[in-house]
């Protein structure tokens, strides 16, 4: 079980909803911290506000969604300690997991239809880090 913290701003609104009863099926705890409504909003403010939880939080994860998925994760990633992968294919979802230890998913609910954002989110979930040589890279991330 994981705990999840899930952000999204109105143009991902509708697949966080999806995600997030998803996860909670897949017995993982999850923190909806918005959006709430499809109202126009910043995807920023989602971003952000994921991002420092999932730093806050050893071991926890983020879903981070907008309409292209692109704003989401340019903005968490300018977090130290985040690792945003934007997947559109399950493959890339497990590869962010085992190679880069990706801490964050962020979809695109306008590009990404729900059920392959499912089978990203599962693949996700499913995958673990794997270390060794991908370990000194991955701290190589934070020596900028
Ligand atoms: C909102 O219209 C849209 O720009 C946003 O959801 C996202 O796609 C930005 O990257």
Do not use: W
Request: hydrophobic residues 40%; aromatic residues 4%.
């Amino acid at each position: 079980m994981m705990k999840v913290y899930a952000g999204s701003d109105h143009g991902g609104f509708n697949l966080k909803n999806t995600l997030i009863r998803k996860l909670q099926q897949m017995g993982h705890e999850v923190e909806d911290l918005g959006t709430h409504s499809k109202d126009s909003c910043d995807y920023p403010d989602y971003a952000h506000a994921v991002a420092r939880k999932v730093v806050a939080d050893k071991g926890s994860f983020g879903l981070l969604i907008c309409g292209s998925g692109i704003g989401v994760s340019i903005a968490a990633n300018r977090h130290p300690g985040i690792r945003a992968a934007l997947c559109r294919s399950g493959l890339e979802a497990k590869l962010s997991r085992q190679h880069n230890d990706a801490n964050v998913l962020a979809l695109g609910e306008r590009i990404t239809g729900e059920a392959l954002a499912i089978d990203i989110l599962e693949k996700f979930m499913a995958a673990g880090f794997e270390g060794s040589r991908h370990e000194i890279r991955v701290r190589k991330i934070e020596e900028i």
